[in-house]
């Protein structure tokens, strides 16, 4: 029903930014909440950022909140993350999901993921 696509990754510094974006094809985007999560090598999913259908209620992880802001544009049917003040430990591949649920950090309430975009940060 719905394939999502992430872009936008790359190979920056720390302090630097990134802006990804999730592309959701298929017309049921505006219904389904969004959200980031990350994967770094030898650790679990780890929960990222949330934003409801509306786009009016949005959650963050500790570890990024004030750094980075989630938005969505339901006409274009996108979802992009914004990366500010990048650090080392963001260091992770990036992936963006859709739930129809609102238990929002778990990986397992979301049906439908992307292939993953890479981003790194050196120090």
């Known amino acids: 029903q719905v394939q999502l696509v992430e872009s936008g990754g790359g190979l920056v510094q720390a302090g630097d930014s990134l802006r990804l974006s999730c592309g959701a094809s298929?017309?049921?985007?505006?219904?389904?909440?969004m959200g980031w999560f990350r994967q770094a090598p030898g650790k679990e999913r780890e929960f990222v950022a949330f934003?409801?259908?509306?786009?009016?209620?949005?959650y963050y992880a500790d570890s990024v909140k004030g750094r980075f802001t989630i938005s969505r544009d339901n006409a274009k049917n996108t979802v992009d993350l914004q990366m500010n003040s990048l650090k080392p430990e963001d260091t992770a591949v990036y992936y963006c999901a859709a739930t129809l649920r609102v238990a929002y950090k778990s990986p397992e309430q979301y049906a439908y993921w992307g292939q993953g975009t890479q981003v790194t940060v050196s120090s």
């Open positions: 298929g017309r049921t985007f505006r219904g389904w909440h």
């Open positions: 934003i409801m259908w509306s786009g009016g209620t949005t």
